[in-house]
C-alpha cells in the first residue's frame, strides 16, 4: 500500500510520519528530500536548473545556493513555476523508481503538493488540516519564523479547498497527540479493511 501524505506548512507531517513509522512500519519518503538530493552537484535537477538559471544560482563550490535561489524564486511566480516544472517530474520519477525498487507492505509519500497524477502509484492520498492559526503558531515556535514569513510562505502554496478536493482522506491535527494517533490507527483499519 501506498499512501500519499499532505499538508501545508506547519501542519504537522512529521507527527503523522513517526506514527505511520513506529506503529506501522512504515517505509517513509519524503519528496523535499528526493528532490534535495536531485540538486545535489552532477544530479540531473542541479543541471537542468543551470541551464534555465545560469550558474549564477550556483555558490563558491558548485552547488545550489539554496537560500539566495529560494529568495528570488519565492518573488517570481514565473521563476518558481519554472522550477517546479523541472524538479517536479525527476522528483516524482525518483520516488515512483524508489517505490517499485523497495515493495514494503506500506510506503508514505510525504509532499508539500500532489496532482491528480499522483493516484496512479498513491493507493490514497491523506490531507493534514490544521487551522492557519496553529500553523502560524506551531512554525513560530518551532522554526522560529516571524509571523509575516509564516504568512508569505502559506500564501505561497495551496489552499485548503485545494488540498480537500484531491485527498480522500482527513486528519485534524489541531488535537492532542492521542488524538492524531486515534485518527491514523482508524484511517489505517479502514484503509486495510479496503484491501482485504
Not at 512529521?14 to 534535495?36: C, F, H, N, T
Not at 535537477?45 to 529568495?71: K, S, Y
Not at 513560530?140 to 485548503?160: A, H
Request: charged share 30%; glycine share 8%; proline share 3%.
Amino acid at each position: 500500500m501506498v499512501i500519499g501524505l499532505t499538508g501545508g506548512v506547519g501542519s504537522g507531517k512529521s507527527r503523522i510520519l513517526e506514527l505511520l513509522e513506529e506503529g506501522y512500519g512504515a517505509r517513509v519518503i519524503q519528496a523535499d528530500q528526493v528532490a534535495a538530493r536531485l540538486e545535489e552537484p552532477g544530479q540531473p535537477g542541479l543541471l537542468a536548473l543551470v541551464e534555465a538559471f545560469g550558474t549564477g544560482i550556483l555558490d563558491q563550490d558548485g552547488r545550489l545556493d539554496r537560500n539566495a535561489f529560494a529568495a528570488r524564486i519565492f518573488t517570481d511566480e514565473e521563476a518558481l513555476k519554472q522550477v517546479n516544472a523541472i524538479i517536479h517530474p525527476l522528483t516524482w520519477n525518483a520516488i515512483q523508481e524508489q517505490i517499485r525498487r523497495e515493495a514494503r507492505p506500506l510506503t508514505v509519500v510525504e509532499a508539500a503538493l500532489f496532482q491528480e497524477e499522483s493516484r496512479r502509484f498513491c493507493d490514497h492520498l491523506v490531507f493534514v488540516d490544521v487551522s492557519r492559526e496553529n500553523r502560524i503558531l506551531r512554525l513560530m515556535e518551532g522554526r522560529g519564523y516571524t509571523r509575516e514569513k509564516c504568512l508569505d510562505i502559506m500564501n505561497n502554496q495551496p489552499d485548503r479547498e485545494r488540498f480537500l478536493a484531491l485527498c480522500d482522506h482527513v486528519i485534524d491535527n489541531n488535537g492532542s497527540l492521542e488524538d492524531t494517533r486515534a485518527q491514523v490507527d482508524r484511517m489505517m483499519e479502514g484503509f486495510t479493511n479496503e484491501t482485504r
